[in-house]
């Protein structure tokens, strides 16, 4: 079957360091993304990885590794509006998006 | 301002009543999706379309049908809205590039009493 998982919630301390992970099992991949999103809003995108290894932009960074149907995402030198829901999605073989439940980042000072 | 625009921002709709939301983006782009959202859950897939005049079923199809007419509007329509349905509904499109990430409209909430 078809399954991403992610935590449902993580708190960080503002200015630190927190990695969100995501673990998946589809049918088909063509890639994975990270969304975020800030609550009553919409998700809007982060980063894609469609090969093994870092992507770096900014204070964000996304791993994968296909071999191991894993990925996370790094937060580096929190700021309050970090506060949101951090999706992951994998673009399956028919090129639509499966989505998990997203991770839920609370930022305290 | 270049996006993807939704029709209402929020409603409150009887049990059995028809309804139609609005989806309109201005970017050209080929795709266009149509996602429910609830709490605890991933966006589930309603229905898609790869190009205007082509929509296919995503993974909660039943109950909601689409059209797409043109490039720029992708309406999704509740025939005889029930309770389940309550949600929060996001439109989005991409391009055809190698990521063809997708754009989100600012969602539509939907009560059904």
């Known amino acids: 079957g078809q399954n991403i998982d992610q935590p449902t919630e993580m708190t960080a301390t503002e200015g630190a360091i927190v990695q969100i992970n995501c673990t998946y099992q589809?049918?088909?991949?063509?890639?994975l993304f990270w969304y975020q999103q800030h609550a009553g809003e919409a998700p809007t995108f982060l980063s894609y990885?469609?090969l093994d290894g870092l992507e770096e932009k900014g204070r964000f960074s996304s791993f994968l590794s296909r071999s191991k149907g894993y990925s996370y995402l790094l937060l580096k030198e929190l700021q309050m509006k970090d506060s949101a829901s951090y999706l992951c999605a994998v673009k399956e073989s028919n090129y639509q998006l499966i989505w998990g439940a997203g991770t839920k980042l609370i930022i305290k000072p | 301002i270049a996006g993807i625009t939704q029709a209402p921002t929020s409603q409150i709709l009887a049990a059995g009543r028809r309804m139609t939301l609005r989806c309109t983006q201005d970017m050209r782009h080929n795709a266009m999706y149509w996602y429910r959202q609830d709490l605890g859950l991933g966006l589930r897939l309603i229905h898609y379309?790869?190009?205007?005049?082509?929509?296919g079923k995503g993974e909660v199809p039943d109950g909601y049908s689409v059209s797409r007419a043109n490039t720029d509007d992708f309406p999704l329509t509740l025939a005889s809205a029930v309770p389940s349905q309550t949600s929060v509904y996001f439109c989005?499109?991409?391009?055809?590039?190698?990521?063809?990430?997708?754009?989100f409209g600012p969602g539509t909430r939907l009560t059904v009493l």
């Open positions: 379309s790869n190009t205007a005049g082509t929509t």
């Open positions: 589809t049918s088909g991949f063509n890639g």
């Open positions: 989005a499109s991409s391009d055809s590039g190698e990521v063809n990430e997708q754009f």
């Open positions: 990885n469609v």
